[in-house]
């Protein structure tokens, strides 16, 4: 099972907005969600089901997918914003596949 | 609360075998997707499997079947991940996590600390 594409790395200053995305998804499905992982540390849940947002993550995060490409779009970013991005999508078959990963770098 | 407690670090040599743990307290542990992750060191993280404790139905990622055995045992709460013979490209920290939808039909979003698993002659 190969890994979804996503970029390397992503940076943007305080205040704006950066979009990552993601290649290779189940375009039969909405099953996409997007972890945040600070190094050393289990991921954490932003976005499931492509755009929705659990109790508890900020408003600044949002997700949406088109086809096979899903996209995490962080506004505002923040210092805290910075670690590496995974996303996750439902490959069929009851198997999952998570993307390679963005290191976001508040500049 | 939802807790999900896994194994201490392990050091192991190749050839050998391990049984890692994942013991789930705070919800009804025979009812939710239990899944492993791995995340090789300074790599990404990578699907391994899952299985619903009630009836120890597991799936396994095509890139993990048969390298490793996802297990459970309800009546102590507990999922394990085990290898029979261990390479050195099984170094790696193993996540265990709650891989299932709430009531509400909410992703879940509870995960074990991580074990290092290290393999070295």
């Known amino acids: 099972q190969s890994a979804l594409t996503q970029p390397a790395s992503v940076s943007g200053s305080p205040g704006q907005s950066i979009t990552i995305s993601c290649t290779g998804t189940?375009?039969?499905?909405?099953?996409v969600s997007w972890y945040h992982q600070h190094p050393g540390k289990a991921p954490k849940l932003m976005i499931y089901?492509?755009?929705k947002r659990p109790s508890g993550v900020s408003n600044r995060f949002s997700g949406s997918k088109s086809g096979n490409m899903a996209s995490l779009t962080i506004s505002g970013l923040q210092a805290e914003d910075e670690g590496d991005y995974y996303c996750?999508?439902?490959?069929?078959?009851?198997?999952?596949?998570f993307g390679t990963g963005t290191t976001v770098t508040v500049l | 609360e939802v807790q999900l407690v896994q194994s201490e670090a392990e050091v192991k040599k190749p050839g050998e075998s391990l049984k890692i743990s994942c013991k789930g307290s705070?919800?009804?542990?025979?009812?939710?997707?239990i899944a492993w992750v791995r995340q090789m060191p300074g790599k990404g993280l990578e699907w391994m499997g899952f299985i619903y404790p009630d009836h120890s139905n597991t799936k396994y990622s095509p890139s993990f079947q048969g390298q490793v055995t996802i297990s459970a045992d309800k009546s102590i709460n507990t999922a394990y991940l085990q290898w029979s013979i261990l390479k050195a490209s099984d170094t790696a920290v193993y996540y265990c996590a709650i891989w299932d939808y709430d009531s509400n039909f909410d992703l879940l979003d509870y995960w074990g600390q991580g074990t290092l698993v290290t393999v070295s002659s």
């Open positions: 996750c999508s439902y490959a069929g078959s009851n198997v999952y596949v």
């Open positions: 189940n375009s039969e499905y909405n099953l």
């Open positions: 705070g919800y009804s542990f025979a009812s939710y997707w």
């Open positions: 089901e492509a755009s």
